[in-house]
């Protein structure tokens, strides 16, 4: 865990979204998915498309539509000015704020899909769902 929390730091710092992949993307979410996708920081682009790739190579996930979609869109709500410091606080002794960002999500998602802005929600809770636990696990690598 230590491990992939450093690589998400050295990803946050210096890890540059490639705009190629938005092809990709744009044939999984639909328009409206898609521009809030775009709104997102760099680091939240970056880190979501990682995710995506992780649940469509995932035996358990991978032809899941509605994980593809939230791998994509989980973090639309966190704040695109979050610095890395905060972040590091969020790891190291928590942060309240950084907490609220999965109802963030399901606000900005709950008219244009529903079924993801639940799950949006959801990404962060303690659940029973086979499917979630898997995703919560991809989430952290």
């Given at each position: ?13 210096f ?26 920081s760099?680091?939240?682009k ?6 995506y ?7 358990l996930l ?12 989980h973090?639309?709500?966190k704040?695109?000015k979050?610095?890395?410091f ?16 999965a109802l ?9 899909n ?5 799950l ?22």
């Open positions: 865990m230590i491990l992939a929390r450093i690589k998400q730091g050295i990803r946050f710092l890890g540059k979204y490639e705009n190629k992949n938005d092809i990709e993307v744009k044939k999984v979410l639909s328009e409206e998915e898609f521009e809030i996708f775009s709104a997102m760099e680091y939240e970056i880190h979501s498309f990682r995710l790739k992780m649940v469509v190579a995932d035996n991978g032809g899941l539509k509605e994980y593809q979609k939230l791998a994509l869109l973090d639309c709500g704040d695109n979050t610095s890395f905060k972040r590091v606080k969020k790891v190291v002794i928590g942060d309240k704020e950084l907490d609220r960002h963030a999500s399901f606000e900005k998602l709950k008219t244009i529903k079924d993801v802005a639940e949006s929600k959801a990404h962060h809770d303690d659940v029973e769902n086979i499917y979630m636990k898997r995703f919560q696990e991809l989430d952290d690598k």
